[in-house]
């Protein structure tokens, strides 16, 4: 067995404090129609009640690549993107500058309109923690169980879905929701500086080999674990590390059905990537390295796509970076299925092979477990959920599928019937004209006949062909 090629490190999670998060479950519990807060607030309410395995993710950071910005196992890539995030906080990329860290501080008024407060409710309950106005959990958990007792559904709805973003999404401050969290909360865009905090954090800690990873735990749980295989119903007390280095590009489930987009966003601007801007500052990550996690087949390894310094704090931001990126967001480039290619979670042996090269120059983190190959194995589908709730939303997921194709049938249908009433249109106006020239001609014909019986009319109508003319004879 090979001797493990680099050190490890321990890291810490940065998760809600028990209090604030037993508070906030109690809070959803009074919720009178989920479904409704849903629809405006996406999936805040799973991501709550995600249990996160600290373990697992202390191991998955072991594998970050600081150069490519993913996770490089011996031989395969995984890369949390903006339409996975999308996907499990069920709300959409919005096409615009998604943070501006330095953009104004929203106005009190704005904030109350938001939370169907009054000015004066909030006006003195800021106060400055990390150098950032803030919300007491105290405070707007207080203000929802008024609204509540009042029958206030949708302000109730809205102080609940402020204190998930402040508490559980952009965990940084305890017991404060921090102005970064209002801000991101007001633009409605989310999925973009999750994803950013999520490799900012991961990037900036790895590179010193310890701290505190800031970000929203529970999203990076709910996306890694949606790629690794299903635990069996007695699995066995095996540590991830172990885990990690013996699964083969055949054991992850690749592309989940239910996450197909339309398009990814596969760059931005000048950049050949896509550039991310979190709460504490930027990076880029590669599209184009996780198109299997799409669906689509990997063709070959990637050329001029090294991120190294596609990567900056604000606190930090010598080169003035922030305003590039900004800056980037203003010309989305997107790719439709037509322009991503075949359709196939299978990879290239030259990619894969560029992956093990890439693997053995990084050096893993913990003992191999097997030989790494570049042989492509066949891929399994994903394994099919194992609770009844589990079934439940993927029947939900699946009736929904139907209910659009049946939507896109009947758009299709009609559009046929319409071709096909314009077409017989056509070839009824054609025959009416054949009509209408037959009985012409026959009409002419007839008093060409009746003109023919006068006398001597016939021989004089013949001589005008028959003979020479005048100006002809010789």
């Known amino acids: 067995m090979e001797v493990v090629g680099r050190r490890t490190h321990g890291y810490k999670f940065k998760a809600p404090d028990t209090e604030s998060l037993e508070g906030l479950r109690g809070l959803t519990k009074m919720l ?106 105290n405070f707007l958990h207080q203000k929802a169980t008024t609204c509540f007792e009042k029958s206030k559904t949708d302000d109730f709805e809205s102080i609940l879905a402020l204190l998930i973003y402040g508490i559980v999404l952009f965990p940084r401050v305890d017991k404060f929701v921090d102005m970064n969290a209002i801000r991101v909360f007001l633009t409605q865009n989310p999925v973009p500086v999750l994803l950013a905090d999520t490799y900012v954090a991961i ?31 007695r699995p066995e007390p095996i540590p991830w590390s172990q885990k990690l280095m013996t699964w083969t590009p055949k054991d992850i489930i690749w592309f989940n059905p239910s996450c197909d987009p339309e398009f990814i966003i596969d760059s931005c601007g000048d950049f050949n990537n896509v550039p991310l801007l979190g709460t504490q500052g930027g990076i880029s990550y590669i599209p184009i390295l996780a198109r299997r996690q799409f669906g689509y087949y990997m063709e070959m390894k990637p050329v001029y796509l090294i991120l190294d310094r596609d990567f900056f704090l604000y606190k930090k931001d010598d080169a003035n970076q922030r305003v590039q990126f900004e800056k980037a967001w203003y010309s989305i480039v997107k790719k439709d299925k037509n322009q991503l290619g075949k359709r196939s979670v299978i990879a290239h042996e030259v990619y894969v092979q560029w992956v093990i ?30 609770s009844l709730e589990g079934y439940q939303k993927q029947l939900d997921i699946e009736r929904r599928e139907k209910s659009i194709w049946e939507m896109k049938y009947r758009k299709k249908d009609q559009e046929y019937e319409a071709v096909m009433a314009l077409l017989d249109q ?49």
């Open 426 to 474: 056509e070839a009824y106006d054609s025959h009416k004209k054949d009509v209408i020239i037959a009985q012409l001609t026959k009409s002419i014909k007839e008093k060409d006949a009746a003109l023919d019986r006068i006398p001597g009319r016939k021989k004089k109508r013949m001589d005008l062909f028959d003979g020479p003319h005048s100006d002809f004879e010789e």
């Open 357 to 386: 090269d890439r693997a053995n120059k990084l050096k893993m983190p913990y003992p191999r477990q097997r030989i790494a190959t570049s042989t492509v194995p066949a891929i399994p589908l994903p394994l099919p959920p194992e």
């Open 203 to 233: 990037h900036d800690r790895t590179s010193h080999g310890k701290g505190t990873i800031v970000c929203c735990t529970p999203l990076l749980h709910r996306w890694i674990t949606s790629h690794l295989p299903r635990p069996s119903i």
């Open 32 to 137: 009178k129609n989920p479904g409704h807060f849903q629809e405006r607030y996406g999936n805040l309410l799973d991501i709550l009640k995600t249990k996160v395995d600290v373990m697992l993710l202390n191991t998955l950071v072991q594998f970050y690549d600081p150069i490519y910005h993913g996770f490089t196992f011996p031989d395969f890539q995984l890369f949390p993107t903006l339409e996975e995030y999308s996907h499990w906080v069920g709300l959409p990329v919005l096409d615009e500058v998604p943070f501006h860290a330095f953009g104004p501080i929203p106005k009190i008024p704005t904030i109350a309109k938001a939370l169907h407060l009054e000015v004066a409710d909030i006006k003195d309950k800021f106060t400055t923690k990390d150098g950032l106005p803030c919300l007491p959990y």
